[in-house]
């Protein structure tokens, strides 16, 4: 057996793993493709659906959030330097020993643990989160055991990108026109310049 049948076959038991714990009655299987979604975008619609705030029916003490399956977790988005700015820090119990890994790093080790830390901090701190957390399933590629249930994959709402201030598109157009106009003047003189020798006078 190669080590990626093996990964696929401790990743498929682990995400049957508590399903027991949880009462299926009733409940929306949505799928969630992470392929090219930004990080924090995700985790707020995925943390929307498995509390079951898109539901009328929503109360805050009781757990009505449905089943949420995110695939494709290796290709997930996230914006500006965080990346190599980003960190997890924990603390091993011993003197001295905080931990801590970058974001690229970890999802070179384990990208589906970056969705579910992103997850669980949106969630509120109370004893319902440990039940809502078994309802999320996260696989890093396209393939999931939960092909035999009544699956809906879930429509990300579009991204708004919000326009530039008008003094900052201002100020981006003039430093534009200032280095078309460097460039022109350089290419100008060196045209002028002809390669001949310049006298100075004293």
Request: hydrophobic content about 30%; glycine content about 8%.
């Amino acid at each position: 057996m190669t080590a990626t049948a093996q990964s696929f076959n401790g990743n498929l038991k682990k995400a049957l793993a508590g399903l027991r714990r949880i009462d299926l009655e009733g409940l929306r299987w949505r799928v969630f493709d992470a392929k090219g979604q930004v990080l924090g975008r995700l985790a707020s619609q995925i943390s929307t659906v498995v509390q079951g705030k898109d539901k009328p029916t929503y109360t805050p003490n009781h757990d009505e959030g449905d089943m949420c399956i995110v695939i494709n977790a290796k290709d997930v988005c996230v914006t500006g330097r965080k990346l190599t700015d980003k960190f997890y820090r924990w603390h091993t119990g011993y003197i001295g020993h905080l931990k801590e890994r970058s974001l690229k790093d970890q999802m070179a080790k384990d990208p589906t643990e970056v969705i579910r830390k992103a997850v669980l901090r949106m969630l509120p701190r109370n004893k319902l989160r440990d039940d809502r957390d078994r309802k999320l399933r996260i696989f890093a590629g396209s393939e999931h055991p939960f092909g035999d249930r009544p699956i809906e994959p879930y429509e990300m709402p579009p991204r708004q990108v919000r326009e530039l201030r008008p003094r900052v598109r201002r100020a981006m157009i003039r430093a534009q026109k200032k280095a078309e106009q460097q460039e022109q003047g350089l290419s100008t003189y060196k045209r002028q310049k002809g390669g001949r020798g310049r006298c100075r006078r004293w």
